[in-house]
């Protein structure tokens, strides 16, 4: 296999991983803010230094704000939903038709029949191409 093509995707994948951290130099110095953006850029790829990735919030919401959010029951207050009602026609009849309905009903399954039923795989699996 190809040395430079496996130096290639080890390069992609780790520029990939990587989040360009703010650059110390002054960014209407463009010449410095650049140069450092690119040296950075360049340490990644040539794995002087590891790939700093951005770390994301997986917690979910704070539990204090789960509970408020179950006793108020929705994240716009009812008195802003009422003023924003006439600029959302759409979303208020859904809601009030929602709000009148108290269950919702599901759909009937759906026909096996037709085109799209009528076709399957063999019992077999898959078809394969002969060609490799």
Not at 14 to 24: G, I, K, S
Not at 25 to 54: I, M
Not at 66 to 95: H, K, M, N
Request: charged share 25%.
């Amino acid at each position: 296999m190809d040395i430079a093509r496996q130096w290639d995707a080890y390069r992609r994948d780790r520029l990939a991983r990587h989040t360009d951290p703010l650059p110390v130099a002054d960014p209407d110095d463009v010449t410095a803010y650049l140069s450092e953006l690119r040296g950075n850029r360049r340490a990644v790829a040539v794995g002087e230094t590891a790939p700093s990735t951005l770390h994301e919030l997986t917690a979910g919401p704070h539990p204090d704000v789960e509970a408020r959010l179950r006793s108020v029951g929705s994240v716009i207050p009812p008195a802003a939903r009422a003023q924003l009602a006439p600029y959302r026609s759409v979303r208020a009849g859904r809601e009030a038709t929602t709000a009148t309905t108290p269950t919702r009903q599901s759909a009937p399954p759906r026909p096996t029949t037709g085109v799209a039923g009528g076709i399957s795989t063999p019992p077999s699996g898959p078809a394969r191409s002969s060609r490799r």
